[in-house]
């Protein structure tokens, strides 16, 4: 039977911060097997005939965008921007839900994961600042001298992507993740921060986040919810990933003690439990990676979808048995509150393991379709609602 997958970075890490004195020589045995016995990700190729979706609802290829992560629709210009991984932030027009050339926008940056457009701005936040570019055309900008709002983010590969949007209190809100699986956590590490779109220095607005990659808010209490990524190894059904709310400033969501949900961490299984810790609204499955989420607002879907928050679940790496791969509906009260979710787009994942797609974010366009990255595939999805079905 084969062993699950053990990345060589996750080997390195789990080194690095055992407490144990672990010789070169046995630690480069070790990956070197992992290396031999280990099979690479089975993948296939493209296929959104394969999505499951409601009755009415339909998928297609929107564009290709490489490495596609962040979405983020400037209503204003007709214009749609894509963050990545990379160096490379990209743009293109849509008119009439039909869309424009896909090209590179802003070049030699670092890990432009987060993207925003707000007032004729486009804000970008990099592994290690949060900058904005004005005079957009869509003509390449490579060249363009960004206005710098802060250049103090912990500069660390390790969940070093940002995600990023804007409060209801006009607020920039940013994810800043933990640099490592499980670890003690200083400064900005760890937490959600909240910054003027000016600029200025940033004020946390919450700790104990691990790896927030998905923020957004109610569109009628307007109160913060947002995804966290769960630790790894700690088995394949724990701990869960989840969905948190957070009203106000100042909350603390438990990790490192807590690696998700109420999963305590063998590294601080020692220290005393947190007293004010604030536990998920909804806890996903473990491993399924929840990433971007989006309120929905618009008008095309059917009624019962209004303010329903759609989640991405980009799928997992490190379980025995792959979960995640699709989307989920999360389901709010007339309170605010989540009740429950239920799995709404289905089949990155195939039925005998191989995976061709895994969804990043999930934005909305002004007709009510949602648009869908997927940074394995390298695309956009458009997801409409026949009105006449």
Same mark, same amino acid.
């Given at each position: 039977?084969?062993?699950?997958?053990?990345?060589?970075?996750?080997?390195?890490?789990?080194? @690095?911060?055992?407490?144990?004195?672990?010789?070169?020589?046995?630690?480069?045995?070790?990956?070197?097997?992992?290396?031999?016995?280990?099979?690479?990700?089975?993948?296939?190729?493209?296929?959104?005939?394969?999505? %499951?979706?409601? &009755?009415?609802?339909?998928?297609? *290829?929107?564009?290709?965008?490489?490495?596609?992560? #962040?979405?983020?629709?400037?209503?204003?210009?007709?214009?749609?921007?894509?963050? *990545?991984?990379?160096? *490379?932030?990209?743009?293109?027009?849509?008119?009439?839900?039909?869309?424009?050339?896909?090209?590179?926008?802003?070049?030699?940056?670092?890990?432009? !994961?987060?993207?925003? =457009?707000?007032?004729?701005?486009?804000?970008?936040?990099?592994?290690?600042?949060?900058?904005?570019?004005?005079?957009?055309?869509?003509?390449?900008?490579?060249?363009? *001298?960004?206005?710098?709002?802060?250049? %103090?983010?912990?500069?660390?590969?390790?969940?070093?992507?940002?995600?990023?949007?804007?409060?209801?209190?006009?607020?920039?809100?940013?994810?800043?993740?933990?640099?490592?699986?499980?670890?003690?956590?200083?400064?900005?590490?760890?937490?959600?921060?909240?910054? !003027?779109?000016?600029?200025?220095?940033?004020?946390?607005?919450?700790?104990?986040?691990?790896?927030?990659?998905?923020? &957004?808010?109610?569109?009628?209490?307007?109160?913060?919810?947002?995804?966290?990524?769960?630790? %790894?190894?700690?088995?394949?059904? #724990?701990?869960?990933?989840?969905?948190? @709310?957070?009203?106000?400033?100042?909350?603390?969501?438990?990790?490192?003690?807590?690696?998700?949900?109420?999963?305590r961490t063998p590294q601080f299984d020692d220290q005393p439990i947190p007293k004010d810790a604030v536990f998920p609204e909804i806890r996903f499955g473990a491993h399924v990676a929840a990433l971007g989420i989006h309120f929905y607002r618009g008008d095309m879907f059917p009624e019962q979808y209004r303010s329903a928050a759609f989640v991405a679940q980009h799928g997992s790496w490190n379980r025995s048995v792959p979960d995640g791969y699709r989307i989920v509906r999360v389901d709010f009260d007339a309170k605010g509150k989540a009740t429950s979710y239920k799995t709404f787009a289905d089949g990155w994942l195939m039925s005998h393991g191989q995976v061709w797609g895994r969804p990043v974010d999930i934005k909305e366009l002004p007709d009510g379709s949602l648009l869908v990255s997927d940074d !394995?595939?390298?695309?956009?999805?458009?997801?409409?609602?026949?009105?006449? =079905?």
């Amino acid at each position: 039977m084969a062993l699950p997958p053990f990345p060589l970075a996750a080997l390195i890490q789990a080194a @690095h911060y055992s407490e144990m004195i672990i010789p070169r020589s046995f630690l480069f045995v070790l990956l070197i097997a992992c290396v031999i016995t280990l099979p690479a990700p089975a993948t296939a190729e493209p296929n959104p005939a394969a999505i %499951d979706l409601p &009755d009415g609802f339909s998928i297609e *290829t929107f564009v290709e965008v490489p490495g596609a992560r #962040s979405i983020s629709v400037a209503r204003e210009i007709g214009a749609v921007f894509v963050g *990545t991984r990379d160096d *490379t932030v990209y743009g293109f027009h849509v008119n009439g839900g039909v869309p424009g050339l896909v090209r590179p926008v802003l070049t030699n940056l670092k890990v432009p !994961n987060g993207v925003l =457009w707000h007032d004729g701005w486009l804000y970008v936040a990099e592994q290690h600042r949060i900058v904005r570019y004005t005079a957009f055309n869509l003509e390449v900008v490579e060249t363009a *001298t960004p206005e710098i709002l802060f250049d %103090d983010l912990p500069d660390d590969r390790w969940h070093g992507w940002r995600y990023m949007t804007l409060g209801p209190d006009g607020m920039l809100y940013v994810s800043v993740g933990a640099p490592c699986n499980v670890c003690e956590t200083g400064g900005l590490e760890g937490t959600i921060i909240r910054i !003027n779109p000016e600029g200025g220095e940033p004020e946390i607005f919450a700790t104990g986040v691990r790896n927030s990659v998905g923020l &957004d808010f109610h569109p009628h209490s307007g109160e913060l919810h947002f995804t966290d990524n769960g630790a %790894d190894r700690m088995g394949d059904d #724990s701990p869960p990933d989840e969905l948190n @709310h957070a009203p106000v400033p100042g909350l603390d969501f438990g990790f490192p003690v807590y690696g998700g949900g109420a999963d305590r961490t063998p590294q601080f299984d020692d220290q005393p439990i947190p007293k004010d810790a604030v536990f998920p609204e909804i806890r996903f499955g473990a491993h399924v990676a929840a990433l971007g989420i989006h309120f929905y607002r618009g008008d095309m879907f059917p009624e019962q979808y209004r303010s329903a928050a759609f989640v991405a679940q980009h799928g997992s790496w490190n379980r025995s048995v792959p979960d995640g791969y699709r989307i989920v509906r999360v389901d709010f009260d007339a309170k605010g509150k989540a009740t429950s979710y239920k799995t709404f787009a289905d089949g990155w994942l195939m039925s005998h393991g191989q995976v061709w797609g895994r969804p990043v974010d999930i934005k909305e366009l002004p007709d009510g379709s949602l648009l869908v990255s997927d940074d !394995n595939a390298d695309v956009i999805y458009r997801i409409t609602f026949d009105k006449d =079905w």
